[in-house]
């Protein structure tokens, strides 16, 4: 297990620091994550489940230890579970289409690479 400012990384699960309410700490399984996106100081978690999960952590918090386990950082607000990535396509305006519908911004100086990836993520 990894630990970086309160917030640990499992095999297979991130444990999420604890929020201002009174939930206290929350486990959420990596492969429902979809994407992260970042709002301000604060990291909203978008799940395979249409949840949407919001901590106190900033998102490069997060991506510097879910970068080694799948994430790409698509763009300075968003990191993507590369485990979606096959079934996301990137849409004429260079914004990325997510499974649900949802659109979400790819940084200019990432399209290329974000393609080369999905192309080896679709022969696997």
Do not use: W
């Amino acid at each position: 297990m990894t630990a970086t400012a309160g917030l640990v990384v499992g095999e297979s699960v991130v444990y999420l620091p604890r929020f201002q309410t009174k939930r206290g700490e929350r486990a959420i399984d990596l492969k429902q994550i979809v994407y992260l996106s970042a709002l301000s100081n604060y990291t909203i978690f978008h799940l395979n489940t249409g949840e949407e999960v919001m901590t106190t952590l900033s998102l490069s918090s997060y991506a510097l230890l879910l970068e080694t386990r799948g994430f790409i950082r698509v763009h300075k607000s968003n990191l993507l579970n590369g485990h979606y990535l096959g079934k996301c396509r990137l849409v004429r305006s260079g914004e990325l289409m997510l499974p649900n519908g949802k659109v979400i911004e790819v940084a200019r100086r990432r399209r290329s690479s974000l393609k080369k990836i999905a192309k080896e993520k679709g022969k696997e």
